[in-house]
């Protein structure tokens, strides 16, 4: 992660440690967001909303850090890349829970066991 984020950012002016710290924040707050949006989704069962809000997300914010990207400003550039992450990390265990869903007689291993090989 942190050398994919490296290479985005090095031109703009950020060292090899501010790509370090943005790698971390992106997985850390993309954690943290899992577990709390599994948490609603499981009370709520409002899966394609929640899907379509994260995704509505990721370009908003996609959007946001290309703005300041060019500002240089390690603070704003890193909660940018933790509002990211909060954003397109959940995505992968929303899509599992909402596979399950979908193929509902299927039983859960069946399901998530396609979706993994058709990736």
């Known amino acids: 992660?942190?050398?994919i984020i490296n290479n985005l950012v090095s031109p703009y002016g950020?060292?090899?440690k501010s790509s370090s710290l943005f790698?971390?924040?992106f997985i850390l707050a993309?954690?943290?967001?899992?577990f709390v949006i599994s948490s609603m989704i499981d009370r709520n069962k409002k899966y394609l909303l929640a899907y379509r809000l994260l995704s509505l997300g990721g370009v908003v914010i996609g959007s946001c850090i290309a703005i300041t990207?060019?500002?240089r400003k390690v603070f704003w550039m890193n909660l940018n890349i933790a509002l990211l992450g909060a954003v397109l990390v959940p995505i992968v265990p929303l899509g599992f829970s909402f596979s399950v869903e979908l193929t509902h007689p299927v039983s859960e291993a069946m399901s998530n066991g396609v979706?993994?090989?058709a990736a």
């Open 23 to 25: 790698g971390a924040t």
């Open 115 to 117: 979706i993994v090989l």
């Open 69 to 71: 990207l060019p500002l």
């Open 14 to 16: 950020f060292g090899a």
């Open 30 to 34: 993309g954690v943290v967001a899992s």
């Open 1 to 3: 992660m942190g050398a």
